[in-house]
C-alpha cells in the first residue's frame, strides 16, 4: 500500500542531464526498496537501478552503470534518479517502483508508478 509518482521526464539532447524523482506515500514509504525500470516502444520492461531504502546499498543495469546514479532523500519519502550522458537509446518511460518484501535485491515489485517519458535527442 504504497502510492508512487514519477515526475522529471522530458526531452533532453544527447550528453544531456535529467533528474527523474519519485515521491512515495502512504503506509511506511520509508520500509520499501525502490527500483527504477524503463520501457522503451516494442521492447520488455528493463530494470535500471534500485536502492535499499534506509541504506545506501545501490544496484545498476550494466547499460546504466557510471552514467546513472540512484539516491535518496528520506526526509522527503523521496528517490531519484539521476541520468548524465542521455543517448537515445535511454529513451523510454521510466517508471518508479516498491519491492513488496524486503529481499535483496528484490525480486520482484508490487507498486509502480505511471511513468514519464524520457526522450534523447541526437
Known amino acids: 500500500q504504497v502510492q508512487l509518482a514519477e515526475s522529471g521526464g522530458g526531452l533532453v539532447q544527447a550528453g544531456g542531464s535529467l533528474r527523474l524523482s519519485c515521491a512515495a506515500s502512504?503506509?511506511?514509504?520509508?520500509?520499501?526498496?525502490m527500483g527504477w525500470f524503463r520501457q522503451a516502444p516494442g521492447k520488455e520492461r528493463e530494470f535500471v537501478a534500485v536502492i535499499r531504502w534506509g541504506g545506501v546499498q545501490t544496484r545498476y543495469a550494466d547499460s546504466v552503470k557510471g552514467r546513472f546514479t540512484i539516491a535518496r532523500d528520506n526526509t522527503k519519502n523521496t528517490v531519484y534518479l539521476q541520468m548524465n550522458s542521455l543517448q537515445p537509446e535511454d529513451t523510454a518511460v521510466y517508471y518508479c517502483?516498491?519491492?513488496?518484501?524486503?529481499?535483496?535485491?528484490?525480486?520482484?515489485?508490487?507498486?509502480w508508478g505511471q511513468g514519464t517519458q524520457v526522450t534523447v535527442s541526437s
Open positions: 517502483a516498491a519491492a513488496l518484501d524486503g529481499a535483496w535485491p528484490p525480486p520482484r515489485y508490487g507498486s
Open positions: 502512504g503506509r511506511a514509504p520509508g520500509s520499501y526498496h
